[in-house]
C-alpha cells in the first residue's frame, strides 16, 4: 500500500470534474472554519437533506484550503460499510498505513499521525453515525494536529462542533444556473423568456441540487413547458410504497425522493429494473459485473449495456471519476433504488447473486494466484475492496456456513497477500466461530488464519492455528495441504528466534511439484521461510541455495510475492560473500517485485538490505537517506522489522555503519531527507541508487 497524492502532496481528494455553481457564502466560511491559522474549530461539519450538495461543498472547500495540511487531506467514503465497528477501519485503509498488528484502529492510527497536521474528511457519516461519534471523539484529543470534516444528515453531536446547515440553492439565481448548466448537453440556453419556467421547476424541486439534475437532463427528451407540467403532476400511487417511508422526515428530503422518483417514472420499465438491482453494488461496479448480477428475467444481458448508457445520460449512474470503465450510484439515488428492489420482492436474491458473482471472483483468484497473473488479480482485488466486504458480509449473514467458510477461505486469502490483513482477520474469525465442517475449504480457511497472525506478529494465535491446521491436513490426507500447513509452524518458530526447531520443520516438509493455485503459494513460502531461518542462523550457503531454488519456482510459475523475497533473500547472501554490485542488483530487484504487488512489509525489508549494499559501495550519505526511507516504510506496517529481534539487530548493525562512514550530523540529515519522502518517491529513488 502506497502513500497517495493529489498534485505531488499527499492526499486523495479527487479532481473536480463538474462546475461547482454557487455556494460562495458557505464556500467561504467552510474555507475559514478549516484553516488551522484562522479557525479553531477542529471538528466542522456539513449537514443537510439528502442531494443539497454536501459532498460536494465539503471537497470544494478541502480542496482549496489543502495547502494548509502538509501531511495531506484525506477523503473516507463510508457510503459502502454495511456492517458497525468498520469506521476505524475505512479511515486507516484511507491513509497511507498498512499496518499489519492486532492493535487497536485508534492506537495504530493515533500514532501514525502523532505530530503530523492533515484534515480527514469523513463523507456520509448517517448510516453509521455512533461509529462515527465513537472513532472521532477518542481521536481528535490524541493528536492536536488533526482536523475532521464531516458531511452527515445529522451532526455528531460532540462538543466543540461547529455545524454548518446547508440549504438548498435559492431558487432565483444559484438554482437557475445550476440548472441552465446542467442541461447545456441538450442544446439549452436560458434566457429571459424561459427563465420564469425554470424559476418554477427549481422551486418545485426545492432548489435541492441533486433534484435539479436529474430535472435538468431530461429535456433532451422533453420541452421545458413539459418538464414543469410532469413537476406539477402527482406521481402515480405506485411511488407511494418508496414516499411513505421518509414520510416521517423533513418536509426537503420528501421533495428530494419525490424528485427522484419522478426521474424513476420517466425511465422506461427496464431502466427501472436495472437501476433497482444496480443498488447492491456498495460502491463502483464495471459494466461487465453488472450484466452478471443484474441480468435476468425480463432484463437480458444483451441489453444491459445499452441501459447502463441511458441511466449515465439521465445522471441516475455515474461514471467514476479516476477510472471512466466504472460507475457508481449517488447515495440518495442508491437508496431509491433499494427501496425499489425491496418492494419488487428481489432484494435477496439479487444480493445472492451480487455475493456468488464475487464468491467466483475470489475463488478464480486463488486458484491463478501462483501464476502470471498474480499482479493483475491484486490489482483486482484491490479495486473491488468494497464489493468483496459486502459479498462477505453477506455470507456471513446466511443460514449455510460453509458458503461463508469457502468465501473466507478465498477472499481472506487474498486480503492477506493485498494488505487487508484486518478485514481478512475479520472474516475468518466469524467464519470459523462455530467450528467448521472437515474438507479442503477448513484446511484453506485455517491456514489463511494462522498466515494472517504471522503477518501481524501475532505468533502465540499463529501457533494456535499452527496446530489446528496440521490436524485438519492430516484428517484430509492431502500430502499438499501438509505442507502448506508446516509454514504456520516453521514460521513462527523462525519470528520468534527458535531457529533450529523452525530450520528442522521447514526442511522436514516433502518437495513436491509447487502447483499454480494458493496451495502452491503456500509451498513457496513454506521454502521462503526456509531460507530466512537458514540466514538468521548463520547459514548463509543452505539459505542462498533455497532462496535461488525459490526464485526458480517462482519464475517458472510467472508469480512475484515469493519470488521477491527470495530476491532479498540472495541479495542479503550477496552482501556476506562481498559481491555488492549483485545485492544491490537483487535487493532492486526484490524491491520492484513487493512495490508491483503493494507489499509494504516486503519492500520495507528490501529497502534495509539496499541500505547495507549502498553503503558497503561506499554511498554513506544515499543509504542513510534509504534508512530513512525503510523507517517511514516499517511505520507503515505498524511493526518495525516484524517485532523479530534478529532482524532489529541487523537493521542497527547497518545504521551503525554509516554512522560510522559519514558521522552522526551528516547521518541524521540524510536520514531524515529519506524519511520525509513520499511512498513512491522514496520508492523511485531507491530504484535508482548506486
Known amino acids: 500500500m502506497s502513500d497517495k497524492t493529489t498534485g505531488g502532496r499527499p492526499g486523495n481528494l479527487p479532481s473536480h470534474t463538474r462546475s461547482f455553481i454557487g455556494r460562495r457564502e458557505e464556500l467561504g466560511r467552510l474555507e475559514r472554519d478549516l484553516d488551522p491559522g484562522v479557525g479553531t474549530d477542529r471538528l466542522v461539519s456539513v449537514v443537510g437533506v439528502g442531494g443539497v450538495g454536501k459532498t460536494r461543498l465539503a471537497l470544494r472547500a478541502a480542496g482549496r484550503i489543502e495547502g494548509a495540511y502538509p501531511d495531506g487531506v484525506w477523503l473516507v467514503e463510508l457510503s459502502p460499510l454495511h456492517t458497525a465497528g468498520l469506521v476505524g477501519l475505512a479511515v486507516m485503509e484511507t491513509l497511507p498505513l498498512s499496518d499489519r498488528s492486532t492493535r487497536p484502529v485508534i492506537e495504530v492510527v493515533a500514532e501514525w499521525a502523532e505530530g503530523k497536521r492533515l484534515l480527514l474528511v469523513l463523507d456520509s457519516c448517517e448510516h453509521v453515525l455512533a461509529d462515527c461519534v465513537a472513532f472521532v471523539e477518542k481521536l481528535l484529543p490524541l493528536l492536536p494536529g488533526l482536523h475532521v470534516l464531516v458531511t452527515s444528515r445529522e451532526p455528531l453531536g460532540l462538543p466543540g462542533e461547529r455545524v454548518l446547515c446547508l440549504d438548498p440553492l435559492p431558487v432565483a439565481d444559484d438554482a437557475v444556473a445550476l440548472f441552465a448548466d446542467r442541461a447545456a448537453g441538450s442544446e439549452f440556453t436560458l434566457d429571459d423568456t424561459n427563465r420564469p419556467a425554470v424559476e418554477a421547476v427549481c422551486r418545485r424541486l426545492?432548489?435541492?441540487?441533486?433534484?435539479?439534475?436529474?430535472?435538468?437532463?431530461?429535456?433532451?427528451?422533453?420541452?421545458?413547458?413539459?418538464?414543469?407540467?410532469?413537476?406539477?403532476?402527482?406521481?402515480?400511487?405506485?411511488?407511494?410504497?418508496?414516499?411513505?417511508?421518509?414520510?416521517?422526515?423533513?418536509?426537503?428530503?420528501?421533495?428530494?425522493?419525490?424528485?427522484?422518483?419522478?426521474?424513476?417514472?420517466?425511465?422506461?420499465?427496464?431502466?427501472?429494473?436495472?437501476?433497482?438491482?444496480?443498488?447492491?453494488?456498495?460502491?463502483?461496479?464495471?459494466?461487465?459485473?453488472?450484466?452478471?448480477?443484474?441480468?435476468?428475467?425480463?432484463?437480458?444481458?444483451?441489453?444491459?449495456?445499452?441501459?447502463?448508457?441511458?441511466?449515465?445520460?439521465?445522471?441516475?449512474?455515474?461514471?467514476?471519476?479516476?477510472?471512466?470503465?466504472?460507475?457508481?450510484?449517488?447515495?440518495?439515488?442508491?437508496?431509491?433504488?433499494?427501496?425499489?428492489?425491496?418492494?419488487?420482492?428481489?432484494?435477496?436474491?439479487?444480493?445472492?447473486?451480487?455475493?456468488?458473482?464475487?464468491?467466483?471472483?475470489?475463488?478464480?483468484?486463488?486458484?491463478?494466484?501462483?501464476?502470471?497473473?498474480?499482479?493483475?488479480?491484486?490489482?483486482?482485488?484491490?479495486?473491488?475492496?468494497?464489493?468483496?466486504?459486502?459479498?462477505?458480509?453477506?455470507?456471513?449473514?446466511?443460514?449455510?456456513?460453509?458458503?461463508?467458510?469457502?468465501?473466507?477461505?478465498?477472499?481472506?486469502?487474498?486480503?492477506?497477500?493485498?494488505?487487508?490483513?484486518?478485514?481478512?482477520?475479520?472474516?475468518?474469525?466469524?467464519?470459523?466461530?462455530?467450528?467448521?465442517?472437515?474438507?479442503?475449504?477448513?484446511?484453506?480457511?485455517?491456514?489463511?488464519?494462522?498466515?494472517?497472525?504471522?503477518?501481524?506478529?501475532?505468533?502465540?494465535?499463529?501457533?494456535?492455528?499452527?496446530?489446528?491446521c496440521a490436524d485438519a491436513a492430516r484428517e484430509q490426507g492431502d500430502p499438499v495441504a501438509v505442507v502448506a500447513a508446516k509454514y504456520l509452524r516453521g514460521g513462527q518458530l523462525a519470528l520468534s528466534g527458535r531457529l533450529s526447531e523452525a530450520v528442522q520443520v521447514l526442511a522436514g516438509a516433502p518437495r513436491l511439484p509447487v502447483r499454480r493455485d494458493w496451495f502452491g503459494a503456500a509451498q513457496l513460502q513454506v521454502r521462503v521461510a526456509l531460507a530466512f531461518a537458514h540466514l538468521l542462523s548463520g547459514d548463509q550457503e543452505r539459505a542462498r541455495a533455497v532462496a535461488e531454488e525459490v526464485r526458480a519456482s517462482s519464475a517458472a510459475c510467472g508469480e512475484s510475492w515469493a519470488g521477491a523475497f527470495a530476491d532479498s533473500l540472495v541479495a542479503q547472501t550477496d552482501l556476506v560473500r562481498g559481491d555488492i554490485l549483485a545485492a544491490v542488483a537483487n535487493a532492486r530487484t526484490a524491491l520492484a517485485g513487493h512495490a508491483l504487488l503493494h507489499n509494504t512489509v516486503g519492500a520495507a525489508m528490501a529497502l534495509d538490505v539496499l541500505a547495507a549494499g549502498v553503503v558497503a559501495a561506499g554511498d554513506g550519505r544515499r543509504a542513510a537517506r534509504l534508512l530513512g526511507i525503510g523507517e517511514r516504510v516499517w511505520e507503515l506496517t505498524g511493526r518495525a522489522q516484524m517485532d523479530s529481534p534478529d532482524l532489529m539487530a541487523t537493521r542497527r548493525s547497518h545504521e551503525l555503519r554509516v554512522r560510522g562512514e559519514i558521522g552522526d550530523p551528516a547521518y541524521e540529515k540524510a536520514y531524515e531527507e529519506g524519511r520525509t519522502m513520499a511512498y513512491e518517491e522514496g520508492l523511485d529513488y531507491a530504484a535508482h541508487s548506486y
Open 206 to 468: 426545492d432548489g435541492i441540487p441533486l433534484a435539479i439534475e436529474l430535472a435538468a437532463v431530461r429535456l433532451g427528451e422533453l420541452t421545458l413547458d413539459q418538464l414543469r407540467g410532469l413537476l406539477g403532476a402527482r406521481l402515480p400511487s405506485r411511488l407511494d410504497l418508496l414516499s411513505a417511508r421518509g414520510g416521517e422526515g423533513p418536509p426537503r428530503h420528501q421533495t428530494l425522493r419525490t424528485a427522484i422518483g419522478w426521474s424513476h417514472e420517466l425511465c422506461a420499465p427496464l431502466e427501472r429494473l436495472l437501476w433497482a438491482r444496480l443498488s447492491v453494488f456498495p460502491g463502483d461496479f464495471c459494466a461487465s459485473v453488472a450484466d452478471d448480477v443484474c441480468a435476468g428475467g425480463p432484463l437480458p444481458a444483451d441489453q444491459i449495456p445499452g441501459l447502463l448508457t441511458r441511466l449515465v445520460e439521465q445522471s441516475i449512474v455515474r461514471r467514476h471519476v479516476a477510472d471512466p470503465a466504472r460507475y457508481r450510484l449517488l447515495d440518495a439515488v442508491r437508496e431509491f433504488g433499494a427501496d425499489w428492489l425491496r418492494a419488487l420482492g428481489e432484494e435477496r436474491t439479487v444480493r445472492l447473486r451480487h455475493r456468488d458473482h464475487y464468491r467466483r471472483l475470489a475463488r478464480e483468484g486463488c486458484a491463478e494466484w501462483n501464476t502470471g497473473r498474480q499482479a493483475a488479480w491484486c490489482e483486482r482485488v484491490l479495486t473491488e475492496h468494497a464489493n468483496l466486504r459486502a459479498a462477505m458480509d453477506c455470507a456471513l449473514t446466511e443460514p449455510d456456513g460453509r458458503v461463508a467458510l469457502a468465501m473466507a477461505a478465498d477472499i481472506g486469502f487474498l486480503w492477506r497477500h493485498c494488505g487487508y490483513l484486518r478485514d481478512a482477520q475479520y472474516c475468518l474469525d466469524q467464519a470459523l466461530a462455530n467450528g467448521a465442517p472437515p474438507g479442503p475449504d477448513r484446511i484453506r480457511a485455517v491456514w489463511t488464519r494462522g498466515a494472517v497472525a504471522l503477518l501481524q506478529g501475532d505468533l502465540e494465535v499463529a501457533a494456535n492455528w499452527a496446530v489446528r
